[in-house]
């Protein structure tokens, strides 16, 4: 008698893009994430010297049947929140809600009134772990190399109690049906497989618990250009026959456009834009939005754009900008004259009206002819940071 | 800098250029005819996903192929000099000097054991005359030229202690020190996040133009090759599959693979609902298919495939490695000639030059 | 739903990019399979297996059939009687067929080489697992023991045992202990750093993502994973053992004679050097024979294991 997930009990998501789903139940809410790593040193290595903010107070949800992409470039903390939600990390401080099932709810540091965190069970835990899944970026990772297929797809079951091994089977050939994978392939090793298809078995893998809820790390990003495609429609068609709700991490805008709903766009630790993807790719609102669509080739010779060039590199998350992460960097406050606030107070995330979400103190002036200024002062040599 | 040149004559001229692998498991002919030419002062994009052979490509150029690899035949022709034949004392003359080359992984192209400065230094003082002294200046001259600032302070810092974009600046002016009429960059963006990517393309382009510098880009971002290209060359498990200017590449592409990359990646602005795909994988190389290479994942495939394609003009100055009429129709020879009547057309229709 | 894959022939590929079609044609191959092709191909680690086999095989055949004539002196029997089939080595002064003392001596040293390994290999998994898979102070803390351990003089304090408690128990067991507890610190710190960097790799994060518990993910996971490095330590650690064991001997700390072993042969040898030659070359070259055979084995399953060849282009 296994208590594991079947497609019965899932319930009938709305369609995603549907006007009026303002009701739509929320699956996931993260409340205020906080995720240090410490740096070592010191004598034999025990004090902590500083701390890496990989991800420093990150507030979203994610509803039900939706794809809510995540994008960033590196030390913004896509990647550690996503494992931070799944529990795979210990978060510093925060709060995770799955399917109303609280994960943990970590009280922040100096945090008033003084209460205990809070930690799901390992009963608990290990019942939502059926509902949230993951897949990985390296596909040859990713797969113990001493397993089959069979065992590899079958491991998620088996952990939850189906132990009668021809029942795994055949939930396991199922599943590789459903991947395009030839179904003979369930005793083979994972050596024997390209990258795209280690990647489906990956997959398939994630989807034989029947999840609500999988975190796509950078799924694609691994794989050859011609074999992305035929993974992104899979997940696309998988999110609509199984009503799958996605967190799609990557760093590629093109491909997290043709698969979200929502996008969330990271910066150092902070989310500084959330908006519909129409919304943030016609009229993003936030100055590094604005950079980053910016910085992307076209592959379209005919319109070689001219550019927003950002000055300097991306600080360290381990000694982030004071105020506004981005001030040090952004295009519309040298446009601006170099505003004071935007060294002094850090900006919250905040509603520009119809789902739209900013972190900027000045995202109302953000305008077609303060872009092409920027473009224009982009420095022909562009130096590094001052 | 360069020498008056007419600007139809090649700067590098490659002719069936054939690098292969003896491994113990097979012979892998990692490039396997390929041809290519690359003008004074134009930008050539290299464009192929991995096992293409487009870095082999470079590296065959550079005389940098070692064992069990050997580059077994062909020509390459660099400013009038036979590449394959010069000794390698003379190579070395020309390597670093004249063809500079830069790298994916800025991190483990530099040593990390030496300053930045005496890197760039080092590649100065062994191509040309000059005193230490010169050589650093120089050196620090080349980094604040590549947008580096305080870069006195820079010269003396190790690669650890900067960026990946900065490393990837320091590359750069390592193998521009020695003002090289063609640079090889293979991949020299893909590890580099977007908006460090977009500083150094521009970075590039404006060196290219101050230096009027040849540029052989290896990439497979389409996107990179677009923004940064005069012509491009589509590779393929070994072999040059399409080959033109970029336009024309990018909005008359004739091959199947090259249609079918660009209908597959998925670009900003256009939501579909479904991306085309190209079904299959790349050949195994110590298995591939008789005739056409594509032959298995292309849409078109007929009888006629199982025999080589060949590399066909489709407009002046424009080829595709590729049975089917110009106009993307059907074969003049028909979808299942004799293999015989095959093997001529192929003769005919090559191009001699391509 | 995209279209499903047809099959169409193909040639069998053995590499890891083969075509669906094409992987339908070959055998199913495992983990191991790959690693034994892998091994069978490199041609010294061939003639180390050959060897050690071979040698293994001696040190268990003749002292079985030779049965007391390792150790039965003949004074009818000397150094000057004409070798022959049943003393293809000659008798030494005390009239001992030296073929079978030499079998006899390998047999010796053998089993305590793989007895010590055995303990190194048990006592450092063990150990280096659980610092590996814990953490924080509890791996700092044992790490720290190792240190000291390390810091010890093996050699000196395998002597000092021997010499205390080698009278009272069998030498051969004292040894075996000694050189154990003295040498599992190498295997630990291997299995650590595997388990430290299998903690981080994403397939042991899927596992836990499925909800498996810590027991499985560290047998089932990990440890297989952790294996190889370790084997290929304690592999070559059978060369290190006995050569360790054949130095005490030497000495005159190990294994004394009328016992066998080939460092008490070489010692014994060393007084007839002028006269009989021939009796160092013989415990010399096996005790070389025993080394090269454990190190070409051992260096041949590193690379075997190893999966890091990949052709690019």
Same mark, same amino acid.
């Given at each position: 008698m296994t208590d594991i997930r079947t497609p019965n009990t899932l319930t009938t998501p709305p369609p995603p893009g549907a006007a009026g789903i303002a009701e739509a139940d929320t699956l996931v809410r993260v409340d205020n994430l906080v995720k240090y790593f410490d740096i070592r040193g010191g004598l034999l290595g025990v004090s902590t010297i500083g701390a890496v903010k990989a991800v420093d107070g990150v507030s979203f949800s994610v509803k039900r049947g939706e794809a809510l992409g995540l994008v960033g470039e590196s030390g913004c903390g896509k990647t550690t929140l996503g494992k931070v939600i799944l529990r795979l990390l210990p978060a510093t401080s925060g709060r995770v809600e799955m399917d109303g099932q609280v994960l943990f709810d970590i009280p922040a540091k100096g945090e008033k009134p003084q209460r205990q965190s809070v930690y799901a069970g390992k009963e608990a835990m290990k019942k939502v772990r059926q509902n949230m899944q993951v897949v990985f970026q390296d596909p040859y990772a990713s797969l113990n190399p001493r397993m089959s297929v069979g065992e590899l797809v079958g491991e998620g079951p088996l952990v939850h109690g189906m132990t009668d091994k021809k029942e795994r089977e055949a939930l396991v050939r199922d599943m590789l049906s459903r991947v395009d994978l030839n179904q003979t392939h369930i005793h083979r090793y994972p050596h024997e497989f390209s990258g795209g298809q280690r990647q489906r078995i990956g997959i398939a893998r994630a989807l034989a618990l029947h999840p609500d809820f999988i975190v796509c !790390?950078?799924?694609?990003?691994?794989?050859? &250009?011609?074999?992305?495609?035929?993974?992104?429609?899979?997940?696309?068609?998988?999110?609509?026959?199984?009503? $799958?709700?996605?967190?799609?991490?990557?760093?590629?805008? @093109?491909?997290?456009? *043709?698969?979200? !709903?929502?996008?969330? #766009?990271?910066?150092?630790g902070k989310l500084v834009e959330l908006a519909d993807v129409d919304d943030i790719y016609a009229r993003p609102s936030h100055p590094y939005t604005v950079a980053l669509?910016? @910085?992307?080739?076209? +592959?379209? +010779? *005919?319109?070689?754009?001219?550019? /927003?060039?950002?000055k300097g590199d991306i600080p360290s998350?381990?000694? +982030? +900008?004071?105020?506004?992460?981005? *001030?040090t960097r952004c295009w519309l406050r040298e446009q601006l004259g170099r505003p004071e606030r935007c060294t002094t107070e850090e900006p919250q995330l905040r509603s520009l009206g119809h789902g739209q979400e900013t972190a900027c103190h000045f995202s109302e002036e953000i305008s077609a002819t303060a872009v092409e200024n920027a473009v224009a002062s982009s420095a022909p040599i562009p130096t590094a940071a001052v | 800098m360069t020498e008056t040149r007419g600007s139809n004559e090649a700067l590098l001229e490659v002719k069936d250029l054939r690098t292969h692998f003896a491994t113990a498991d097979g012979l892998v002919k990692a490039v396997d005819g390929v041809s290519l030419r690359i003008r004074p002062?134009?930008?050539?994009?290299?464009?192929?996903?991995?096992g293409c052979g487009k870095s082999i490509t470079a590296l065959s150029i550079m005389r940098l192929i070692e064992r069990p690899g050997r580059v077994v035949s062909g020509s390459i022709s660099f400013d009038g000099q036979d590449l394959i034949a010069l000794p390698e004392d003379e190579m070395r003359d020309v390597r670093g000097n004249q063809i500079s080359m830069i790298f994916q992984e800025p991190m483990t192209s530099l040593n990390p054991v030496y300053t930045c400065g005496d890197q760039i230094a080092? @590649?100065?003082?062994?191509?040309?005359? &000059?005193?230490?002294?010169?050589?650093?200046?120089r050196a620090v001259d080349m980094l604040s030229q590549v947008g580096i600032p305080d870069p006195k302070r820079r010269a003396t810092e190790h690669p650890h202690q900067l960026s990946g974009g900065m490393r990837q600046r320091v590359m750069i002016a390592m193998a521009l020190s020695t003002n090289p009429e063609l640079l090889i960059a293979d991949e020299p963006t893909t590890a580099l996040d977007v908006t460090i990517q977009a500083q150094i393309l521009e970075l590039m382009k404006a060196l290219r133009e101050k230096n009027g510098m040849a540029i052989m =880009?290896?990439?497979?971002?389409?996107?990179?090759?677009?923004?940064?290209?005069? !012509?491009?060359?589509?590779m393929y498990a070994g072999k040059i599959v399409e080959a033109s200017d970029a336009i024309t590449v990018f909005d008359k592409a004739h091959h199947p693979y090259t249609r079918g990359l660009l209908a597959s990646i998925p670009r900003m602005g256009v939501k579909r609902e479904r991306l085309e795909v190209i079904e299959g994988v790349v050949p195994n190389p110590l298995n591939l298919p008789k005739g056409c290479l594509f032959k298995r994942r292309c849409p078109y495939a007929m009888p006629i495939c199982d025999n080589p394609p060949p590399l066909r003009e489709v407009t002046p100055g424009h080829v595709s490695r590729c049975w089917l009429a110009p106009d993307g129709g059907k074969p003049e020879l028909g979808e299942a000639p004799s293999a015989a009547e095959a093997e001529a057309a192929a003769k005919t229709l090559t191009v001699a030059n391509p | 739903m995209a279209s499903s894959e047809t099959t169409r022939p193909g040639a069998v590929s053995p590499l890891g990019n083969a075509d669906t079609d094409e992987i339908d044609l070959v055998a199913v191959q495992t983990y191991w399979q790959l690693v034994r092709r892998r091994f069978f191909r490199n041609k010294t680690a061939v003639i180390g297996l050959v060897l050690l086999s071979i040698l293994i095989f001696s040190a268990i055949f003749f002292p079985w059939i030779g049965g007391d004539a390792w150790h039965m002196t003949n004074l009818s029997k000397g150094p000057n009687d004409p070798i022959s089939i049943t003393a293809p080595l000659g008798y030494d002064n005390l009239g001992i067929n030296i073929f079978f003392r030499l079998m006899k001596a390998l047999q010796t040293s053998l089993i305590i080489g793989f007895s010590a390994v055995l303990i190194i290999a048990v006592v450092g998994t063990t150990f280096g697992s659980i610092s590996g898979y814990a953490g924080g102070w509890v791996d700092n803390l044992m790490m720290r023991i190792v240190d000291v351990v390390l810091s010890?003089?093996?050699?000196?304090?395998?002597?000092?045992? &021997?010499?205390?408690?080698?009278?009272? #128990?069998a030498p051969m067991f004292v040894i075996i202990i000694a050189i154990g507890i003295t040498g599992w610190t190498t295997a630990a710190r291997l299995v650590r750093a595997e388990f430290l960097r299998l903690r981080e790799s994403d397939f #042991?994060?899927?596992?836990?993502? =499925?909800?498996?518990?810590?027991?499985?993910?560290? /047998?089932?996971?990990?440890?297989?994973?952790?294996? @190889?490095?370790? $084997?290929?330590?304690?592999?070559?650690? /059978?060369? !290190?053992a006995v050569s360790t064991e054949a130095a005490l001997s030497f000495l005159g700390y190990g294994i004394r004679p009328p016992d066998a072993s080939l460092g008490n042969m070489l010692t014994g040898a060393q007084d007839y050097f002028y006269r009989h030659p021939l009796w160092i070359l013989y415990p010399g070259i096996t005790l070389i024979l025993v080394v090269l055979a454990a190190s070409f084995l051992g260096d041949g399953l590193r690379d075997a294991l190893d999966p890091r060849q990949k052709l690019e282009a």
């Open positions: !790390d950078e799924p694609v990003s691994a794989l050859d &250009v011609s074999i992305q495609s035929q993974v992104l429609n899979l997940l696309n068609d998988l999110q609509a026959e199984m009503g $799958l709700t996605y967190l799609f991490i990557a760093h590629n805008l @093109a491909v997290v456009e *043709h698969i979200s !709903d929502r996008v969330g #766009v990271m910066y150092l669509l910016s @910085a992307v080739p076209e +592959p379209d +010779p *005919h319109r070689r754009k001219k550019r /927003i060039i950002l998350p381990a000694n +982030p +900008p004071s105020g506004c992460r981005f *001030h | 002062g134009k930008t050539l994009g290299v464009v192929g996903e991995s080092e @590649a100065v003082s062994r191509h040309s005359n &000059v005193s230490k002294r010169a050589a650093m200046d =880009l290896i990439t497979h971002d389409l996107g990179v090759v677009a923004e940064m290209s005069d !012509d491009v060359s589509v | 010890l003089p093996g050699f000196f304090l395998i002597l000092m045992l &021997v010499a205390f408690i080698g009278s009272v #128990v #042991v994060q899927a596992a836990k993502a =499925l909800g498996a518990s810590d027991s499985r993910i560290i /047998i089932r996971h990990m440890v297989p994973s952790a294996m @190889a490095p370790v $084997l290929v330590a304690a592999t070559l650690g /059978i060369a !290190d």
